[in-house]
């Protein structure tokens, strides 16, 4: 029997300032939507909205297809849409204790995945061991150097950050010199000596901690690097599903493909014929389930990830890192309503087998 669990979409002041003005942005608007069908009490909330101390929350759901505002109770699952910044961040996570205690499910994870900790949980996975670029931990910056020598092209990435916004590609020239790549704002590009390179790499990265990664020879079109970002969530406790697998070409000369024209696998496939679709969906397939799996066995349970994977130019896939809190910007670019409608009814499927197996665990 479904008695209406509660589910909580925490979003940013932002957008919740939108959604009183009855503005929706699309994946909004999908969400309500998959609940007409799933059926959940579903109502919509900004961290402000909440009273840590009666443990209520000021939330807007809709009735008889008006906005209300209403007073709820905490969720018994949580959505969360909304990113994180330095000034909610101590809050977020007083909030998420809170939750924690009285066994709120999250549907999706309440911390990012650290890179470093993803390349561990893989490389100790039997059978996906050959899916991880090798990395190494980088404690001081001056470990660079060496790892250099014996791997001409590193990719440096911060362990919690997105968007390929702490991502610089470093080549060892053999002349003395080095070569940098980032892209923010533009492509940024420098060739210069290794004391001019640790400080490059020193202000970049900020004291953030950082990893070292192999490159992958990504595939190409011309001279573009491309790589994928699979979304795939789950409906209940069987297998996760993909709901599709956007490619995305980078910029001439970048070393991200973050900011960049994306499309379908099956566009890509039928526009460049550098891959077979029903080869590549099946290998990308099996690879992408376990790969979630994997993760979830080291973070634990979660209803939707994304993830980053690449294709070399002898065919082989690489997972490049996983992402708790997609936006999803390629997926929504890519793919019709209807296919991303099915993902959101699931999710919410998904919370209520959550939330069904702790109550039967409860009573
Ligand atoms: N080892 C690598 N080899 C080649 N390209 C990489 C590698 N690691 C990352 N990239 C490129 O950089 C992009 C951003 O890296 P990623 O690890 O996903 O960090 P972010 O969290 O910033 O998205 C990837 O989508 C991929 O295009
Ligand atoms: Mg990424």
Redesign the pocket.
Known sequence: MNDKILVGVLISAKRMKRLREDILDRSLKLILEANRTVGTRLFFFALENVDFKTKMIQGWSILEDAWVRCSFPYPQAIYLRSTYSRGNRQLLSAFFRQLERQQTVFINYPLRMD?WEMYKCLASHPGLEQFV?LTWPIRSPEEIKELLESNPVL?L??CL???????M?VADLNTGEYYFTRYAEGLKTGKMHWGALLQEIEAFFNQSKIIA??????LKVAGC?V?F?AELYRSDGNLPKIIGIPV?I?QPGS????HSVSMSLENFCAQYSLVDYDTFTKKAEEFLTETYIALESCFGESGELGI?F?LDTEGQL?F??G?SHSAKVSLYNSYADDILLQSYQGLLAYAQYRVSVYSSIKN
């Open positions: 890179k670029p990719y990435k911060a950050s997105g968007r390929g916004k702490k991502v590609r990664q192999k490159e992958i020879d990504l690097n790589d970002r995305r980078g070393p991200i493909t973050t980053d690449g690489w490049i890192e992402n």
